[in-house]
């Protein structure tokens, strides 16, 4: 216990265990215009595969959204985590892609100030931070503090993204949070630092995805790997 991680061995962090747990498909709001990548201007609207038997399934023609964090949302702009799962022509496969708020220079700024800060200030241990209630008020009330403190003047959407981006990094499972929401997911796994994470979809027509998502640093993989530790009560060797 308590020594380096060997990321030559790929880890598994995360698994359901029952997988007749919700088998029922989620899908998007039709016509949700979603956060742009790089390569794209806006994301295609929302068009779903369904699940029927066929002997032969044209996987390019793939290209389904559906909302992950809230998984229910009572309007598109609430939603701050969606999957999009598309087939990617230059490597031929389907990639299961985490679409988040994009961040300005400004904003990415004032998060990593006020969560330098938040480890210093919180008399809790990470391990205990859940989302019940008293805690998550809790934590608003830190960040409220810190964005005064700070001076930084937001707009209301900017709060929601930096608080979205904390909320996730504190309480939830940071980068892999909006993937733990997905009950479409029964496997999380990693093979290494700057390799894209494997999820394992429960709809037999996707099975196993390349992620968007990866740990670039060894720093960025140990911090997760001792929050999940806390998180489970686990040690990890």
Not at 21 to 32: I, P, Q, T, W
Not at 113 to 124: F, G, Q, V
Request: glycine share 6%.
């Amino acid at each position: 216990g308590g020594g380096g991680m060997d990321s030559s061995k790929p880890i598994a962090f995360y698994h359901v265990k029952d997988p007749a747990l919700e088998k029922k498909k989620h899908h998007g709001v039709k016509g949700v215009a979603l956060p742009s990548l790089r390569d794209t201007e806006n994301l295609p609207e929302d068009s779903t595969i369904t699940g029927k038997k066929t002997d032969r399934i044209d996987k390019s023609a793939i290209n389904e959204t559906y909302p992950l964090i809230p998984r229910h949302p009572k309007h598109p702009k609430e939603v701050k985590a969606w999957a999009w799962i598309k087939y990617d022509p230059k490597a031929q496969e389907l990639v299961y892609n985490v679409i988040e708020p994009p961040l300005t220079p400004n904003e990415t700024e004032a998060i990593e100030k006020i969560k330098a800060r938040l480890e210093e200030r919180l008399d809790m241990d990470f391990g205990v931070l859940s989302k019940a209630k008293a805690h998550l008020r809790y934590l608003t009330a830190q960040i409220d503090k810190l964005l005064e403190y700070f001076d930084i003047k937001l707009s209301k959407q900017q709060m929601d993204k930096i608080k979205y981006y904390i909320f996730r990094d504190f309480v939830g499972m940071g980068k892999i949070e909006p993937m733990v929401r997905d009950p479409n997911i029964e496997d999380i796994s990693c093979d290494g630092i700057g390799i894209p994470i494997y999820i394992f979809h429960r709809n037999s027509i996707y099975g196993e995805m390349r992620s968007n998502v990866a740990f670039k640093t060894k720093e960025e993989m140990d911090n997760f790997v001792m929050k999940m530790a806390q998180k489970t009560g686990k040690t990890i060797s």
